[in-house]
Nanobody, 119 residues
Framework: QVRLVESGGGLVQPGGSLRLSCATSGFTFSRFTMSWYRQAPGKGRELVVGINSAGVITNYADSVRGRFTISRDNVKNTVSLQMNSLKPDDTAVYLC????????????WGQGTQVTVSS
């Protein structure tokens, strides 16, 4: 059974930091591109940043470049998102995604974790 479970969200003041984690199981983690998406109220889902199976970081959203860092641990089967200098516009549900194309597209999602940036 595939599972992606996000944690680490919460309420933080502008300028603060949070570290999100996504624990996974049920698939060969090291072979998947892992990404963080976010969805703010009333808006569509936005790709924040991804990291491929080779550990190359891809697809940084311009709005988070220089502030957010993604990393993966292929032993623990986790992916993390370090978020610094948070802004109110970063408020959203953050979702973990695992994706691999192997004859068919394999696309797995977590349930999300809420991040609220407010004073």
């Amino acid at each position: 059974q595939v599972r992606l479970v996000e944690s680490g969200g919460g309420l933080v003041q502008p300028g603060g930091s949070l570290r999100l984690s996504c624990a996974t199981s049920g698939f060969t983690f090291s072979r998947f591109t892992m990404s963080w998406y976010r969805q703010a109220p009333g808006k569509g889902r936005e790709l924040v940043v991804g990291i491929n199976s080779a550990g190359v970081i891809t697809n940084y959203a311009d709005s988070v470049r220089g502030r957010f860092t993604i990393s993966r641990d292929n032993v623990k089967n986790t992916v993390s998102l370090q978020m610094n200098s948070l802004k109110p516009d970063d408020t959203a549900v953050y979702l973990c995604n695992a994706r691999r194309f192997d004859i068919v597209l394999l696309d797995y999602w977590g349930q999300g974790t809420q991040v609220t940036v407010s004073s």
